[in-house]
């Protein structure tokens, strides 16, 4: 059974640990590319997307995706944009209260989803400015793979900040 209190903490943990002093498009490339070959590393069916106050600096499809990736991409990205949250935080704050995101404020599931793998991209002091986004695994897989590169990449330790 899902601990949601758990993993909301752990969530909430890693929003205020992965945070850039600055993004640009070079980071925003560095980071895709580190995405992109754990991807082919892992042979893992994914679309890699990162966005930027509104305009996307990187995407990349691995082989098995298709273009159905790219929708859930878009609704994932529409959720980060509206709450400035993670999807899988969310998701599992709607889930634990039963309640799914079209019940709670009216939105379309169509064009909104709670699903794991998209990472509000944060800026300190300043907020969220964009979204990092992956689509293919199994939502709680999707949310941990940003959330292993993002650490990486900013040389932030696992220790603790991964979900059980």
């Given at each position: 059974?899902?601990?949601?209190?758990?993993?909301?903490?752990?969530?909430?943990?890693?929003?205020?640990?992965?945070?850039?002093?600055?993004?640009?498009?070079?980071?925003?490339?560095?980071?895709?590319?580190?995405?992109?070959?754990?991807?082919?590393?892992?042979?893992?069916?994914?679309?890699?997307?990162?966005?930027l106050s509104g305009?996307?600096?990187?995407?990349?499809?691995?082989p098995g995706t298709?273009?159905?990736?790219?929708?859930?991409?878009?609704?994932?990205?529409?959720?980060?944009?509206?709450?400035?949250?993670?999807?899988?935080?969310?998701?599992?704050?709607?889930?634990?209260?039963?309640?799914?995101?079209?019940?709670?404020?009216?939105?379309?599931?169509?064009?909104?989803?709670?699903?794991?793998?998209?990472?509000?991209?944060?800026?300190?002091?300043?907020?969220?400015?964009?979204?990092?986004?992956?689509?293919?695994?199994?939502?709680?897989?999707?949310?941990?793979?940003?959330?292993?590169?993002?650490?990486?990449?900013?040389?932030?330790?696992?220790?603790?900040?991964?979900?059980?």
């Amino acid at each position: 059974m899902t601990d949601f209190a758990k993993d909301l903490a752990t969530i909430t943990r890693q929003e205020e640990l992965l945070q850039f002093d600055r993004f640009d498009a070079d980071e925003a490339w560095k980071l895709g590319c580190r995405l992109r070959d754990m991807a082919v590393a892992r042979k893992a069916p994914i679309t890699i997307e990162i966005t930027l106050s509104g305009q996307r600096l990187f995407y990349a499809s691995m082989p098995g995706t298709t273009p159905v990736n790219d929708d859930w991409v878009r609704r994932k990205r529409n959720v980060v944009e509206l709450y400035h949250r993670s999807t899988y935080f969310i998701g599992q704050g709607n889930r634990q209260q039963g309640i799914s995101l079209s019940e709670k404020i009216g939105v379309s599931l169509a064009d909104y989803a709670t699903n794991g793998g998209a990472f509000p991209l944060l800026i300190k002091g300043a907020g969220c400015v964009g979204s990092i986004i992956v689509s293919g695994l199994a939502q709680r897989d999707d949310h941990g793979f940003v959330v292993e590169a993002l650490a990486a990449h900013l040389g932030v330790p696992l220790d603790g900040l991964m979900l059980d």
